[in-house]
Nanobody, 125 residues
Framework: QPQLVESGGGLVQPGGSLRLSCAASGFTLDSYGITWFRQAPGKEREGVSCISHSGSMTRYVDSVKGRFTISRDNAKNTAYLQMNSLKPEDTGIYYC??????????????????WGKGTLVTVSS
C-alpha cells in the first residue's frame, strides 16, 4: 500500500534549523512530483515548496525563499525540506504530498495522489 511518512519535526528556537524527511514506500518516488504543505493553527493549509518529478523545477512560497531548500534522494526514495533561519510564523504541521503528473511543480491539492500524516514544527523561545 503506498504511503508517505514525514519525520524530523520538533521544537526549535527562532533562528534555528530543522531538516524534514518524507519517506515513501509502496511506490517509486522518482516518478512523482513532491510538494510540502503546512498548516498553522487557525489558518488554511498552504503550499510551501515543490519539486517536479525530474527535479528540474522547484518553487518556494515568498515567505520562505532564501531560507528553505527542497531536495530529493531517489536512491533512498526520500524527499527533504531543509529549513534554516526559522521564524515563529513557520510553526505548523508540515505535510508532504505527491503527484503522478509529469513536469509539474504544484501547490494544487487537487492533483495530489498521496499524503503523509504530517510532522509538527514549533518555533519558539
Amino acid at each position: 500500500q503506498p504511503q508517505l511518512v514525514e519525520s524530523g519535526g520538533g521544537l526549535v528556537q527562532p533562528g534555528g534549523s530543522l531538516r524534514l524527511s518524507c519517506a515513501a514506500s509502496g511506490f517509486t518516488l522518482d516518478s512523482y512530483g513532491i510538494t510540502w504543505f503546512r498548516q498553522a493553527p487557525g489558518k488554511e493549509r498552504e503550499g510551501v515548496s515543490c519539486i517536479s518529478h525530474s527535479g528540474s523545477m522547484t518553487r518556494y512560497v515568498d515567505s520562505v525563499k532564501g531560507r528553505f531548500t527542497i531536495s530529493r534522494d531517489n536512491a533512498k526514495n526520500t524527499a527533504y525540506l531543509q529549513m534554516n533561519s526559522l521564524k515563529p510564523e513557520d510553526t505548523g504541521i508540515y505535510y508532504c504530498a505527491t503527484t503522478r503528473r509529469r513536469f509539474v511543480c504544484s501547490y494544487d491539492s487537487g492533483v495530489m495522489d498521496y499524503w503523509g500524516k504530517g510532522t509538527l514544527v514549533t518555533v519558539s523561545s
